[in-house]
T-cell receptor, first 111, second 118 residues
């Protein structure tokens, strides 16, 4: 079975630009979560979606937004990029109440 | 608010020996789950082991075991018979009970870098 997939793998953007990151969950998983991992730190929770509804939001500015599609895939959007947004963005999928399975991540560099 | 503390920035172990990675947590929720993840240099988070707050026995998964001491709020990971491939970053994480405002959100510690020497 395919695991969680994320695209793109790497991305370089300039300050002020917008970025869209994509995630496809494991087949049958209806929940998708997004995490930001800055170098040298543990992942920080950004969003969780379940059945296309937002179920949780972390302490991130409104420049961060996300959505989930009918096929349970998800997009994370970040507007007006800052240097501090440079990080590994991890997507995780799970059936309700079970452990989260992570994708390989998207490494975003903002210059 | 939930908090996870990993006090060991780095640990070294000899191949084939056992090693314990420390994790303490803080929560006011009586129902929670504790997880350990391995993150190699490639970046992917690999699930290792899970312990529920109401589980009576310590969780085990192959060479991994979780030393769960609820009264002390600790959930240490024990890796037996270390292998060179165990060298990676290890994260302890906690999940609050499903149905809360942050459904299934994971709170991570700062991580411990484990280096296995031959």
């Amino acid at each position: 079975d395919a695991g969680v997939t994320q695209s793109p793998t790497h991305l370089i953007k300039t300050r002020g630009q917008h970025v869209t990151l994509r995630c496809s969950p494991i087949s049958g998983h209806k929940s998708v979560s997004w995490y930001q991992q800055v170098l040298g730190q543990g992942p920080q929770f950004i969003f969780q979606y379940y059945e296309k509804e937002e179920r949780g939001r972390g302490n991130f500015p409104d420049r961060f937004s996300a959505r989930q599609f009918p096929n349970y895939s998800s997009e994370l959007n970040v507007n007006a990029l800052l240097l501090g947004d440079s990080a590994l963005y991890l997507c995780a999928s799970s059936p309700p109440g079970y452990e989260q399975y992570f994708g390989p991540g998207t490494r975003l560099t903002v210059t | 608010a939930q908090k996870i503390t990993q006090t060991q920035p780095g640990m070294f172990v000899q191949e084939k020996e056992a090693v314990t990675l420390d994790c303490t947590y803080d929560t006011s929720d009586p129902s929670y789950g504790l997880f350990w993840y391995k993150q190699p240099s490639s970046g992917e988070m690999i699930f290792l082991i899970y312990q529920g707050s109401y589980d009576q026995q310590n969780a085990t998964e192959g060479r991994y075991s979780l030393n769960f001491q609820k009264a002390r709020k600790s959930a240490n990971l024990v890796i037996s018979a270390s292998q060179l491939g165990d060298s990676a970053m290890y994260f302890c994480a906690m999940r609050e009970a499903a149905g809360g405002t942050s459904y299934g959100k994971l709170t991570f510690g700062q991580g411990t870098i484990l280096t296995v020497h031959p």
